[in-house]
């Protein structure tokens, strides 16, 4: 597919053109806390040790030729804009942030709670995206350039409706394109659903962990609708990685190579970190961002995929994405 035109993407360290991009995952994160996580007073973070894991995990993603990741880490999940700065500036590596907010379940749904109780709290919300996107966060200067949102286990909720209402008109607002989170594999079709309905381009949507489901029949609704998959939780046992490239190299085969995007979500640092001891290696040896360089590309392979078919899904389709490319029906 040719590209209607470059465009500026923001990242952390200020703005890049799309052919810029590179090689890129669409969904790691630097680091994530869970709403709460600052009772966990007798664990500090300690951002001078995050910064070290950070710039490791960024050194070895560049070995494999990557250029940019996105940190989809909405506003309400211990998004931190001085780590991202931090470890771009040490590596010289693109990192995307997110402005949006999380599922309610696991997101910041009480200060919206108390202040739905006065005012329309999706016209606050839309205000906070559009000022993050235009002006940057806080008074950082960094400007976002992705928005993102979330539902649960096949529930939209009302806050979740009002924070893709507010999305919704983000984006219209300032061009900038979603990224969202999905439960398990369930929703998605209804998020776009709801997006599009509200104005936004299917085309300028990534319906994220996509991969949480098997159903091809899901996987095309979607994709036939004109949205990109995602891919993108490849190491996260809920799906095994075995099945996660069976339905990838389904998809590719159905014609949706064009709109598949991939990564692991791995999260590399935790405020208040909610794992217990005992659990913690594992858990650092399971995110990580290398594995579908290391172990998925080779299964891809196996399946038939091509390279050029391979090589799509981290470097052209990223930049379509970005650059707004229409996605055909299938
Ligand atoms: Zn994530």
């Not at 999940?77 to 001085?82: A, K, Q």
């Not at 996107?133 to 009302?158: A, E, F, H, Y």
Request: aromatic content about 6%; charged content about 20%.
């Amino acid at each position: 597919m040719t590209s209607p035109a470059e465009t500026t993407i923001q990242t952390v360290t200020g703005p890049i053109t799309s052919a810029e991009l590179g090689r890129t995952l669409m969904h790691e994160h630097l680091a994530i806390g869970y709403p709460g996580w600052e009772a966990a007073t007798d664990e500090p973070f300690d951002r001078a040790e995050a910064v070290r894991v950070c710039v490791d995990h960024v050194e070895s993603l560049k070995d494999l030729g990557y250029s940019s990741m996105i940190d989809p880490c909405p506003n309400d999940l211990g998004r931190d804009i001085e780590l991202m700065v931090a470890v771009a500036e040490a590596t010289g590596f693109n990192i995307i942030c997110a402005s949006g907010l999380y599922k309610e379940h696991e997101g910041g749904h009480a200060h919206w709670a108390f202040r739905s109780r006065f005012e329309d709290v999706s016209a606050v919300m839309t205000d906070l995206f559009v000022a993050e996107l235009t002006d940057g966060i806080g008074s950082t200067g960094v400007r976002p350039g992705i928005i993102k949102v979330g539902t649960g286990l096949n529930d939209l909720t009302s806050h979740e409706a009002a924070v893709f209402a507010a999305a919704a008109s983000a984006a219209s607002a300032t061009g900038t394109p979603i990224t969202t989170h999905t439960e398990d594999g369930t929703l998605g079709d209804r998020q776009q659903a709801v997006l599009t309905e509200a104005g936004v381009d299917a085309h300028r949507i990534v319906i994220g962990h996509s991969c949480g489901s098997t159903d091809l029949d899901y996987h095309l609704r979607i994709a036939n609708g004109g949205s990109y998959l995602g891919f993108d939780r490849f190491g996260i046992p809920s799906v095994s990685d075995d099945e996660r490239a069976a339905s990838l190299a389904r998809l590719v085969s159905a014609g949706a190579g064009d709109r598949i995007v991939v990564s692991h979500d791995s999260v590399w640092c935790w405020k208040g970190n909610p794992w217990p001891v005992a659990l913690r290696g594992r858990i650092a040896e399971q995110f990580v961002p290398t594995r579908f360089d290391t172990e998925i590309i080779p299964k891809l392979t196996e399946l038939g995929v091509t390279d050029e078919a391979i090589h799509r899904l981290t470097h052209d389709n990223p930049r379509n994405y970005f650059e707004g490319a229409p996605l055909p029906g299938l």
